[in-house]
């Protein structure tokens, strides 16, 4: 299914067999190398050096499934943010922006997370249910802010950021990243900042 129709493996559900499959490779070891410790040296050699690829790929930068960039949202909001910045995020289904606030919580504690609606754990759901920027609830939130973050999808368009507009804010300032683009939108902006930084 995943080689014909659309990739179902993720390579995370290798931390769950890995154990089994550790065990399976030494039993078939000790078979093929028994009591030729040379063999044995070069078999493991290779077991290493072929799994090593994997293991280096999903400890770089992108190397969370689908390439997520949830450390890279982290870094730019918590360099360049103030206590008291407001935050809002964008959600496509298959692309939860606010794991990046759950994955990272450090760099948006000091933001205040002005869509904010029902708690996951009472929306039985994974993650939370976000309130749309022009409810009027929200509307009475941004209007404490002075400067809104906005992280959106870059495939996907952004409602969040034309609420913002439509309330006032004018975007500032943008990180394109992997697979998401922060937003700085200020409220005393007049124009567009030829910023547009590609990470």
Known sequence: YSALVSNTYQPRYLTYTA??????????????????????????TVLALSSSTAYVTQRSLYGKPGGADYSAIARVVKTNSRPQDCVAFGFTADKPLRAAAAARPDSFAALNDVA?????????????????LDSDEVKLRLA?????????DRTAPSPVVDAAQRQGFTIDQKWVLNRSIVIRIDRKSTRLNSSHITI
């Open 116 to 132: 904010a609606g029902l708690p996951a754990a009472y929306a039985a759901q994974l993650w939370s249910q976000d309130l749309p």
């Open 144 to 152: 404490a802010c002075t400067v809104l973050w906005v992280v959106v």
């Open 19 to 44: 154990p089994g499959l550790g065990l399976l490779l030494g039993v078939c070891l000790v078979a093929i190398a028994r009591g030729r410790s040379r063999i044995l040296t070069v078999l493991l």
